[in-house]
């Protein structure tokens, strides 16, 4: 089966430093979402791009997080720099174009990371 | 304020019993998805409900759409451990997927 791949799945790194995330989306898929999941928030949209261009980055403090795709087989979520407050776990999820309303998310297992 | 209102938070429940799971909201969305996540694990789309009234079975899964598309309820008949997990929702709208805070469900055997 094909599947969202998600790079590294944990992360431990101290304040200030910058973290970078990978997603390598399904072949073939020309959505691509990156989130946040914490206890106290729940699964927060930080970002979607489609066909690599990016199209809402509302969620996402600008200020310290970018998201770019350099090519249609990679995504990164960097954070520069990381506080404690970013501890999360960061999904990627891929999917066909959302303007049909009913098109599937296809997610990744996660990036766990933990700021000190 | 949460869009989309999931009750209960937490639910833990034997084996063989019966549940139903809400997911509320004073918006109207074009369509809903239900998804289950498991522990280090990303979410998986369970269904996708689009028109009002709707009911969707995936086994002992049964899923209803609101007719004013503003709520569903995910109902479980005779729960097995296997089906132990966060259930989300999501809500489509104004071309943004929405996601509820989940119930997390404990299937005790």
């Known amino acids: 089966d094909a599947r969202v791949t998600q790079t590294p799945r944990h992360k431990v790194t101290e304040m200030g430093q910058e973290v970078t995330m990978r997603c390598q989306p399904i072949l073939g898929h020309n959505t691509v979402f990156w989130y946040r999941q914490t206890m106290m928030q729940g699964l927060e949209l930080l970002a979607y791009?489609?066909?690599?261009?990016?199209?809402?980055d509302s969620g996402m403090p600008k200020d310290r997080f970018s998201a770019e795709m350099p090519d249609a087989t990679l995504a990164t979520l960097k954070i520069q720099p990381s506080e404690p407050r970013d501890s999360a776990v960061y999904f990627c999820?891929?999917?066909?174009?959302?303007?049909?309303?009913?098109?599937?998310?296809?997610f990744g297992d996660g990036t766990r990371l933990s700021i000190l | 304020t949460q869009l989309l209102e999931q009750s209960p938070q937490f639910l833990s429940i034997q084996e063989g019993e019966n549940l139903t799971v809400y997911c509320n909201s004073s918006?109207?969305?074009?369509?809903l998805q239900w998804y289950r996540q498991e522990p280090g694990e990303g979410p998986v789309l369970l269904v996708t409900v689009v028109t009002g009234g709707e009911v969707k079975k995936l086994k002992r899964l049964t899923f209803q759409f609101g007719d004013a598309r503003k709520d569903s309820s995910l109902h479980i008949t005779a729960a097995q451990p296997g089906d132990t997990g966060l259930y989300l929702c999501?809500?489509?709208?104004?071309?943004?997927?929405?996601f509820g805070k989940g119930t997390r469900l404990h299937i005790l055997p």
């Open positions: 918006s109207v969305f074009s369509s």
């Open positions: 999820a891929s999917g066909l174009d959302r303007r049909e309303s009913n098109q599937p998310q296809h």
């Open positions: 999501a809500g489509n709208r104004d071309d943004k997927i929405i």
């Open positions: 791009f489609r066909n690599r261009a990016p199209l809402d």
